[in-house]
């Protein structure tokens, strides 16, 4: 039996199909859909059903996950984000910002000899909490800031 | 625009690579409305993923949230000067990129 497609139906739970077509490169009309996009966190409106469907649960607060990001972002379309976790057997960073309209925004996996450092961009369309998650030997943490928008970024 | 090349800069320094790379893309969320008050339909980049010598050093998975012109850093040990370090993105519409750049 081919081996992806009893995985991918497993995983799937309720979108059993939906994954099944993204495994094998299928989309709905109009759109594709990377294999193995998360979707579903990708489309939940706050924070906790983010942490539920990415697995994490009620992550523990770490002060082992640094955020590099400013109090104040003059420009909410563009707001620089750095984290660093240093909790031995980091694979993974994600960020999450609070008051956008998705909070998951972006997921990093770190494979063994990178550093778990990662920085980015992102939009925030008001102030919000922003929360790094970080995977680590299968355990999840969080740390959050709070960013002050002055000029929203997410749309128009 | 999305026909414009990464520009990536990556430097080695006491074995590890440092990886700065800034790309090309709209990263439309698909909430924003153009002059005619009509939703622009979203177009962002989904994937991303780093490669060294046929192993990926950096995965991502992305939103619409990212900047436009996403803008990524990150560091790894072990490539070389003068090694290849390949990224690659994929957008929500299929489309796909990759370029490749050399460590200083």
Not at chain 1, 123 to 142: C, D, H, I, R
């Amino acid at each position: 039996m081919n081996q992806t497609r009893r995985d991918v139906l497993k995983a799937g739970g309720g979108a059993g199909l939906l994954a099944l077509l993204a495994a094998v490169g299928f989309g709905t009309p109009g759109e594709a859909v990377a294999a193995d996009w998360n979707k579903a966190a990708f489309e939940v409106k706050t924070v906790p059903e983010a942490f539920k469907v990415l697995g994490a649960g009620t992550p523990a607060n770490s002060a082992d996950i640094l955020m590099k990001a400013p109090d104040i972002a003059e420009n909410g379309a563009v707001v620089p984000i750095g984290i660093e976790s240093k909790i031995p057997g980091t694979e993974s960073i994600a960020v999450l910002i609070e008051k956008n309209p998705n909070p998951f925004a972006a997921a990093f996996d770190i494979p063994a000899g990178t550093e778990t450092t990662v920085a980015t961009r992102v939009k925030m369309g008001e102030t919000s909490n922003v929360y790094a998650l970080v995977k680590a030997n299968g355990k999840y943490f969080v740390a959050k800031k709070e960013i002050k928008v002055t000029l929203g970024g997410c749309g128009g | 625009m999305m026909a414009d090349p990464m520009r990536i800069r990556a430097t080695s320094k006491d074995g590890v690579v440092n990886v700065k790379v800034l790309m090309s893309h709209e990263m439309e969320t698909g909430q924003r409305k153009d002059a005619a008050g009509k939703l622009v339909p979203a177009h962002f980049i989904q994937s991303v993923s780093a490669t060294w010598q046929g192993r990926v050093v950096l995965s991502a998975q992305w939103g619409p949230a990212v900047s436009k012109n996403p803008y990524l850093e990150f560091n790894f040990k072990g490539g070389q000067k003068g090694d290849k370090i390949q990224l690659t993105w994929t957008d929500n519409k299929g489309d796909k990129r990759t370029d490749e750049a050399t460590i200083n």
